[in-house]
């Protein structure tokens, strides 16, 4: 059964850059048509999707955080990280990754989320 | 991008009574692209509904789906203890896909 765990500083200072990777057990970040994503939930507000990435490398963001987002694949360690630049106190939130099922589809799997704050 | 307003923001039910859970789009979903995801304090959110109407793997058939076009229902025929939770509509149609702002289900 395919798990995912979130791990990463739990605190970032303003201007500073998140990082967060998440590992893959009980099966291969290569496996099948699998997508990979980053959703993150600030405290009171709606989810929102961050990002994608195929086992090919090809990504898609949301275009709100395209410009200081990234995600990428290290298929050796079975994870996928998430980069993301300039952080305010906007982008606190629990971060969660998540198995994609594709484009045109849901979110099947989901991590527990791990906790970012940003503050100095 | 397409905006989700569920309703209610909570609801106040008794197990064995049924739940009515709705999810509104501001524009219409294509293929029914609409998903429907329960989260429990401290645990990972799951995956119910998919396709509108489509069960995932392993959820009971007391959880049904419903809708098109812009209204989605998500049903719990007769409410169990553990499904009190929060439950969130979400759109995978169109990029950004997009998330309501959840309905919490609890116990009256």
């Known amino acids: 059964q395919v798990r995912l765990q979130e791990s990463g500083p739990g605190l970032v200072k303003p201007s500073q850059t998140l990082s967060l990777t998440c590992t893959v057990s009980?099966?291969?970040?290569?496996?099948?048509?699998?997508?990979w994503s980053w959703i993150r939930q600030p405290a009171g507000k709606e989810l929102e999707w961050i990002g994608r990435?195929?086992?090919?490398?090809?990504?898609s963001y949301n275009p709100s955080l395209k410009s200081r987002v990234s995600i990428s694949l290290d298929t050796s360690r079975n994870q996928f990280s998430l980069i993301l630049s300039s952080v305010t106190a906007a982008d606190t939130a629990v971060y969660y990754c998540?198995?994609?099922?594709?484009?045109?589809?849901?979110?099947?799997?989901w991590g527990q989320g791990t906790m970012v704050t940003v503050s100095s | 991008e397409i905006v989700l307003t569920q309703s209610p923001g909570t609801l106040s039910l008794s197990p064995g009574e049924r739940a009515t859970l709705s999810c509104r789009t501001s524009?219409?979903?294509?293929?029914?692209?609409l998903a429907w995801y329960q989260h429990k304090p401290g645990q990972a959110p799951s995956l119910l509904i998919y396709?509108?109407?489509s069960r995932a793997t392993g959820i009971p058939n007391r959880f049904s789906g419903s809708g098109s076009g812009t209204d989605f229902t998500l049903t719990i025929s007769r409410l169990e203890p553990e499904d009190f939770a929060v439950y969130y509509c979400?759109?995978?149609?169109?990029?950004?896909?997009?998330f309501g702002q959840g309905t919490k289900l609890e116990i009256k």
């Open positions: 998540v198995r994609d099922l594709g484009p045109s589809d849901a979110f099947d799997i």
């Open positions: 009980g099966g291969s970040i290569n496996s099948g048509s699998y997508y």
């Open positions: 990435i195929f086992k090919s490398g090809i990504t």
């Open positions: 524009q219409s979903v294509s293929s029914s692209s």
């Open positions: 396709g509108a109407s």
């Open positions: 979400q759109q995978y149609g169109s990029s950004p896909y997009t």
